[in-house]
């Protein structure tokens, strides 16, 4: 178990991603897979309120709806930690964070989520048009009406997590304790040079998000013929390089010591490095799922972490 940051708050080493819910995972699938996370011993669930208005017919809150039914038929609301986020675009006059509009996503999230509270309630984009002050005052009064126990970023760079943290101390308002970056074996950089050290040094909790690159990370994507096997495919061409092939080389090799696969052996990676609490992942069967988990009991040696580190250094 880890802390999220300073939060009090413990959870496994692993985010269930609830971006599937209501989109490629139906509901009885939705349903069934929080079942076995919960039952599996894991509690940390990652939504957000605009999940998954890509989807056409979509409006957005179908992921927090599909959540709330779960928690309303199971009673398990005390066995897991539910975060999700507000500041996407949920319409042209809906998006940001100013603290009317936050005020007001929070009361819609909490009546999908079908609950009292938000266990962690985070910004899912910064949002350069509202000063720091007023965000931050608007998690301050949730917090303080028992509506969020704790508070994240996501998206934020260096300067402006540090400016928050700044306005946080400075004004008494609550403090961010977790961030989401894009962050994962072939996605090193930007998270490691400036974030990394930030929020090592302040005791922020890292759940980092496009854990497994798409699916790229799996092995499922070896060559351009490999990438018309999902949807998500054209999104990891990218990935096709000698770089990208050297990372699933030293997968590969890392997974058949271990009696691990690729995907578990790149999560167990992530959740090995300094300042991660939680890498997310999602999944769209049970047998998926049992993978994912299976990376919280890989424990990879220094020699492992040395290769898929030289491999994939940036």
């Known amino acids: 178990m880890r802390n999220i940051g300073n939060s009090g708050i413990e959870v496994a080493p692993l985010a269930f991603g609830g971006n599937v819910f209501g989109w ?36 957005g809150g179908e992921s927090e709806t599909l959540i709330g039914k779960w928690i309303k038929r199971s009673g398990q609301r005390d066995k897991v930690v539910i975060a999700t986020k507000v500041g996407m675009e949920m319409a042209p006059d809906r998006k940001g964070l100013r ?19 938000i266990d962690l309630y985070q910004a899912h984009a910064d949002d350069a048009d509202t000063p720091l002050e007023e965000t931050l005052e608007a998690f301050a009064l949730l917090v303080k009406a028992g509506k969020v126990r704790a508070i994240g970023a996501s998206n934020y760079n260096a300067a402006r997590l540090r400016q928050a943290l700044e306005v946080s101390r400075a004004q008494g308002l609550p403090q961010y304790v977790t961030l989401q970056p894009h962050y994962n074996l072939v996605e090193r950089r930007e998270f490691e040079q400036s974030l990394a050290p930030l929020c090592v040094e302040a005791g922020i909790g890292v759940i980092p998000y496009y854990s497994l690159a798409s699916g790229f990370l799996t092995g499922k994507y070896r060559t351009e013929a490999d990438l018309g096997k999902s949807v998500r495919g054209q999104g990891v061409k990218k990935y096709l390089d000698g770089r990208g092939l050297g990372i699933l080389a030293a997968l590969d090799e890392v997974a058949q010591e271990t009696a691990g696969t690729p995907a578990q052996v790149a999560l167990a990676w992530l959740i090995a490095q300094p300042a991660v609490t939680a890498p997310i992942a999602s999944a769209t069967s049970i047998a998926q799922l049992d993978e994912l988990i299976g990376a919280t009991r890989l424990t990879l040696s220094q020699s492992a972490l040395d290769r898929l580190g030289k491999a994939s250094a940036q």
């Open 24 to 59: 490629t995972a139906d509901e009885a699938m939705s349903l069934a897979l929080l079942d076995h996370f919960a039952a599996s011993g894991m509690q940390l669930i990652d939504t957000a309120d605009v999940y998954s208005r890509w989807v056409p017919g979509h409006v």
């Open 99 to 117: 603290k009317d509009y936050i005020l007001r996503s929070a009361e819609e999230s909490l009546r999908r989520l079908q609950t009292d509270y």
